[in-house]
C-alpha cells in the first residue's frame, strides 16, 4: 500500500515570502511524484514532476522540489509568494507494482493563502 | 488544443434523477479517468479506462457507470442520484500508464444532488 501525507492543510504567508508546502509519502516500489495547483473553480494544473531523474525539480511559476529519500518526502518551495500563488496544491504519487498495476494517489491537498 | 472538455460545469439534481456527465479529450491520450473532490479529502477514483472499450472500477465505483466508445470520449453515468454523489467531477487523461506520465485535468463538473 502506498500513501501521501500533506502535513498542512493551510498554509499562510505573505506576500513575498518563501512557500513551504510539506509532502511525506510511502510506498514499497520506487515512486514518481508530483504536484499540482487548483484554483478556484478550476482543475488541476501540473507545476512539477519527478520521476527518478535528478532530486531537484523546477516547475513552472518559480516552484520548485526536492525528493529526499532517506526522509520520503517531496516539499514544494517558492522563494518569493505572490498574490496569484494562492490555491490549493496537492502531492500525488505514482509507482508500479510487481504486477505491473499502477497506483496514483493523492494527498489531501494544502490550502496557501497569501497576504498581502 | 483543447485538452480535456467536461460539460456541464454546473448541474442540480433531485434525487433519483439520472444524468450523463460529458468528457472529451483531443490529445490522443488513451488512458483517461474520472475522480471525485470533496472537501479535506483529495481525489478518489471512481472509474478509468485504459483505451477503447476498456473500462475498470476504481476506489468509489457504486452509483456510477462508464463507457468508452472512442478514444476521444469517456462519459460517466449516475443512474439514480443520491445526495452522497453531491461533489466536484473531474476528468482527467494521460498518454500512458507508467508511473512518469502526468494526468491533464479538465475544469470540472460541479454537482448538487438535493
Known amino acids: 500500500a502506498q500513501s501521501v501525507t500533506q502535513l498542512d492543510s493551510h498554509v499562510s504567508v505573505s506576500e513575498g515570502t518563501p512557500v513551504l508546502l510539506r509532502c511525506n509519502y510511502s510506498?514499497?516500489?520506487?515512486?514518481?511524484l508530483f504536484w499540482y495547483v487548483q484554483h478556484p473553480n478550476k482543475g488541476l494544473q501540473l507545476l512539477l514532476k519527478?520521476?527518478?531523474?535528478?532530486?531537484l525539480v523546477k516547475g513552472i511559476n518559480g516552484f520548485e522540489a526536492e525528493f529526499k529519500k532517506s526522509e520520503t518526502s517531496f516539499h514544494l518551495t517558492k522563494p518569493s509568494a505572490h498574490m496569484s500563488d494562492a490555491a490549493e496544491y496537492f502531492c500525488?504519487?505514482?509507482?508500479?507494482?510487481?504486477?505491473?498495476?499502477?497506483?496514483?494517489?493523492f494527498g489531501s491537498g494544502t490550502q496557501l493563502t497569501v497576504l498581502p | 488544443n483543447a485538452g480535456v472538455t467536461q460539460t456541464p460545469k454546473f448541474r442540480i439534481l433531485k434525487i433519483g434523477q439520472s444524468m450523463t456527465l460529458q468528457c472529451a479529450q483531443d490529445?490522443?491520450?488513451?488512458?483517461m479517468y474520472w475522480y471525485r473532490q470533496d472537501p479535506g479529502m483529495g481525489l478518489k477514483l471512481i472509474y478509468y479506462?485504459?483505451?477503447?472499450?476498456?473500462?475498470d472500477k476504481g476506489e468509489v465505483p457504486n452509483g456510477y457507470n462508464v463507457s468508452r466508445s472512442t478514444t476521444e470520449d469517456f462519459p460517466l453515468r449516475l443512474e439514480l442520484a443520491a445526495p452522497s454523489q453531491t461533489s466536484v467531477y473531474f476528468c482527467?487523461?494521460?498518454?500512458?500508464?507508467?508511473?512518469?506520465?502526468?494526468?491533464?485535468f479538465g475544469n470540472g463538473t460541479r454537482l448538487t444532488v438535493t
Open positions: 510506498s514499497s516500489y520506487s515512486p514518481s
Open positions: 519527478y520521476t527518478s531523474a535528478a532530486t
Open positions: 479506462s485504459v483505451g477503447a472499450g476498456i473500462t
Open positions: 490529445m490522443n491520450h488513451n488512458y
Open positions: 482527467a487523461s494521460s498518454y500512458e500508464g507508467g508511473r512518469g506520465s502526468p494526468l491533464h
Open positions: 500525488v504519487v505514482i509507482t508500479i507494482s510487481s504486477g505491473s498495476a499502477r497506483q496514483l494517489t
